[in-house]
């Protein structure tokens, strides 16, 4: 005899006597389009959507700097720090949160040298030559403020707008509304860096409360960033065509007793996806096809840069193909932190990084594709003014540096400024709500129509606050 499907509890509820009343509140959440509406059983849930307003970007590369690099080292310099290198704060900056009383500490000034770049004369590290030849293209914030002094939850409030644990991510917000332009490959790709995961893990790239198809996929480093790629040997096309349909027809039917399942939607959905990757990916990921004279521009040529180059061109590639959201983190699970040795950390990753982001800049340039691809650079904060230790910095929310290019944005100018010592947002303070919300309009979504219902309340990348910040492309 056929096994019957067990009794799910909407089931068990119905059964138990409380079909009345599920029948009334059926009713009322119908009157109040409230009422959860059954999924079409093929419905693609990453298929292309129309943009609220006409969209600048297409598409997105976020270059994260895991640990929080030092805006006061590489994109804000502050000649009164330099002034009063060695000394206390002064009394007039008030009290100031740090993680070890900090704020005590004196003041330590910079070793980098400032030179203005591009017809606007942005000001930008030597630490970053490369970076600042295509001044002219970014947007600097340097009024930048976050919500938390610790690496867990400012990596959460960077990517899902919370420093709680369980929200969306950006990518996956993007992911849900807009879909994306290519069905051969993930809406949303990370790719980590290879020596070690961002503090927080995971929870930065998923999906939240949002259906399980918008969480970020995982790629990983080196000569083969996606595993299991390659079917077994001996296993034919047809063969492993026949398993998928028979796996996802039993599925289905599994599915069919559980509306509103998305963990097994979206497993559904990766199956099929996994197998049309097999046949797509392989180009997509085969970074030998580039000139020579690319793979240099990228920096594959050279030890320091050969790594994060290959990840920044392998962005380049996905977008240039369809995928709508690319994530790429340069530094280990520590990164950018230069808690004893900003010199010496800072010099490691700025020669990792620099030549491979300006390359990534001018490749997207050449190829036309610059104009439709927002480029974001930053990490989760700055770093203090004052020392930890004899030579380092430790980390800082109240005020730091991210930039953009790209998709609608108007390069050649800064945005917003720390006070004289770079310690707070001083002006045109931008809060990481702000930030979000001037992302999504440049995809063409409203942030504050971007929602999902999720337990009685509308949802959204940017909760209750956040205001477009229109400088960036007006």
Known sequence: MMRQPPYSRRDFLRNAGGGFGMIALASMLAEQKLLAQETPRLQNPLAPRSPHH????????????????SHLELFDPKPDLQRLHGEPLPASFGPVATRRNVERNRLLGTRRTFRRHGQAGIEVSDWLPNIAQCADDICVLRGCRGDSVTHPESVYLMNTGSILMGRASLGAWVAYGLGTESQNMPAFVVLPDPAGWVKGG???????????????????????PIRYLNPPAGITSTQQRRTLDLVNRLNQEHLTTRPGGSELSARIAAYEL???????????MDASRESQATRRLYGLDRP?????GLRCLLARRMVERGVRFVQV??????????????EGNHSRY???????????????????????????????????PMTEGTTGRDH??????????GGGVKGGQTIGNTDAVGLRAAEDIAHVHDIHATILHLLGLDHEQLTYRHNGRDERLTDVSGEVIERVFV
């Not at 800082?396 to 290019?405: D, E, Y």
């Open 274 to 284: 996994a197998f049309r990757m097999q046949a797509h990916a392989p180009e997509v």
């Open 350 to 384: 700025c020669a990792q990084s620099d030549l491979p982001i300006a390359g990534l800049l001018r490749d997207l340039k050449s190829r036309g594709l610059l104009d439709s691809t927002l480029v974001i650079w930053g990490g989760e904060f700055g770093r203090t």
């Open 54 to 69: 006409d969209a600048k970007a297409q598409r997105v590369i976020f270059l994260f700097m895991s640990g929080g690099p």
């Open 396 to 405: 800082n929310p109240h005020g730091f540096t991210m930039w953009l290019a």
């Open 304 to 308: 320091e840069t050969a790594e994060f």
């Open 202 to 224: 995971a929870p930065a790239w998923g999906n939240g409360y949002l259906p399980a198809a918008y969480q970020g996929t995982v790629f990983s480093g080196g000569a083969a």
């Open 329 to 342: 983190y340069c530094g280990d699970t520590n990164g950018w932190d230069a808690h004893t040795d900003v």
